[in-house]
């Protein structure tokens, strides 16, 4: 009888030790996710509204918007890298430009173009560029702001970059998601302008001057090898850049600005919205009856 209470004793023990170490794991979590919704709201939020996320702060749903959109563009990256080899990867050849996502100005009446031109990309530099950029910015906005928001930002980013390259820029291609990054630059800058004082000066100081030298190099370069650089092949436009960073600089800025308030009262979310349908049919029109490309 004596052994066989000293073995309970010592398996109740073992128990109660387990169950302190698993204790112990999950506070330390719980302390490690804390700390990170603490980092993410200090980068996205002004400080009067980081409280009421922090109460409410969790990861369901996760980001899976900006992740979806990220393993389709990579998927498809690679799958023109693939089936028409390259001897590098750089630049990939003549398969995007034949491909039916790719925005084309002669295929215009082929709408779905206006949208899936995102998912193709002109080469390695191209694409990581973007999905380093919309990973860093898209995932924390999507974990204070969901994903509904995020999407709606980002997709009219990738439109309104389309629709404008259409009418300022009608006989360039148009591939790569640099529209819907631009719109969440665009969101999250002017997010970062209006709140400068509630956001940590020093550190909004170093968000803004961060996001303006990546715009104007990019944007730079983009210029150069449009206008400079007298390459053979299709021309790319430029003009969708600064298109999405315009849609991410409006609808962008009401939707990252409004945590926790009610958009449809919101007058400034009416007017971006009457603003970019206004856009949308003068583009329409623009395309079916004006536009100088070749039907």
């Known amino acids: 009888m004596g052994d066989n209470d000293i073995e309970e004793q010592d398996t109740l023990r073992v128990q109660s030790d387990e ?20 980092n993410v709201s200090r980068w996205m939020l002004p400080e009067e509204l980081r409280e009421t996320y922090l109460e409410r702060a969790n990861c369901c749903p996760p980001p899976i918007f900006i992740i979806l959109v990220s393993l389709a563009e990579l998927g498809v990256f690679i799958y023109y890298a693939v089936w028409k080899p390259q001897k590098q990867w750089v630049t990939l050849g003549i398969g995007i430009w034949e491909s039916p996502l790719t925005y ?12 899936s031109y995102m998912f193709v990309h002109a080469g390695v530099e191209h694409i990581l560029g973007n999905l380093i950029m919309q990973l ?22 990738v439109l309104a970059g389309s629709l404008a390259s259409s009418i300022f820029d009608p006989y360039s291609a148009l591939v790569g998601a640099s529209g819907g990054v631009y719109a969440l630059m665009g969101g999250y800058f002017m997010n970062a302008v209006v709140n ?65 308030k009610e958009l449809l009262k919101d007058p400034r979310f009416w007017l971006c919205i009457v603003g970019y349908i206004a856009f949308f049919f003068f583009a329409v029109i623009f395309n079916i009856f004006l536009s100088p490309a070749p039907a």
């Open 104 to 115: 084309m100005p002669e295929q215009r009446e082929e709408a779905w173009r206006f949208l």
């Open 196 to 260: 400068f004082r509630e956001m940590m000066p020093l550190l909004g100081a170093f968000r803004i001057l961060v996001i303006v030298l990546i715009v104007g190099t990019d944007v730079g370069f983009a210029i150069y090898r449009r206008f400079i650089t007298h390459e053979a092949g299709m021309k790319v436009s430029f003009v969708a850049h600064i298109a999405g960073g315009v849609a991410g600089m409006t609808i962008g800025y009401v939707f990252f600005t409004n945590y926790s």
């Open 19 to 38: 169950e302190g170490d698993n204790r112990g794991n999950i506070k330390s979590r719980g302390r490690r996710v804390e700390k990170f919704q603490k």
């Open 136 to 157: 860093f910015l898209g995932i924390p906005l999507e974990l204070v702001h969901k994903g509904f928001e995020v999407g709606m930002v980002y997709m009219a980013g």
